[in-house]
């Protein structure tokens, strides 16, 4: 498994995540096993709820383990073509990269594209997806969540192989 780093499917997400490279320890790479990572659950810069949420709770229906990092941060790439579908972040949140249908049916759900909070400096902040891209949605702890990562990972497969 890879993440293709130069699919047009990840550019969004990749330019994100570079101008942000905090969690990025110095002479790691970009992309890597989780297994290589010591403790992989509580060493993402994320909370180990989330990684749990991200990697194993969702992703029950897949047909083949997608847990990946990226930016020293926890994802779901689909194996054949590098695509990356959902992954996590420090804020306590996830996000799914769904297809237009399924995308509708997570907004209606409560499912949401922004995300506010204050940061360690005391500064309001918003993540917002659209910078990512317009299929992106943050999790928000739903049922329905395993379903539209089954649609995710169908949807990051229907991207194609770039290579």
């Known amino acids: 498994m890879w993440v293709d780093l ?3 499917a990840n550019v969004g997400l990749l330019a994100y ?4 490279p905090g969690w990025l320890l110095p ?3 970009l992309t890597r096993e989780p297994e290589s990572l010591p403790q992989p659950y509580l060493n993402l810069g994320t909370h180990p709820d989330i990684v749990e949420r991200l990697w194993d709770q969702i992703t029950v229906l897949l047909p083949e383990s997608c847990r990946w990092v990226l930016y020293h941060r926890p994802v779901l790439v689909h194996p054949w073509n590098g695509v990356v579908f959902a992954f996590a972040q420090g804020v306590p949140t996830y996000a799914l990269r769904l297809p ?7 907004i209606a759900a409560g499912a949401k594209t922004e995300f506010s909070y204050v940061a360690g400096n005391r500064q309001s902040k918003t993540l917002s997806l659209k910078a990512i891209g317009e299929e992106w949605v943050l999790g928000s702890w739903l049922e329905q969540e395993v379903g539209w990562c089954l649609a995710a990972y169908e949807f990051a497969a229907s991207a194609g192989r770039r290579r």
């Open 17 to 20: 995540f570079a101008a942000r």
């Open 100 to 106: 237009g249908n399924e995308r509708a049916e997570a």
């Open 27 to 29: 002479d790691e790479p």
């Open 6 to 8: 130069d699919h047009p």
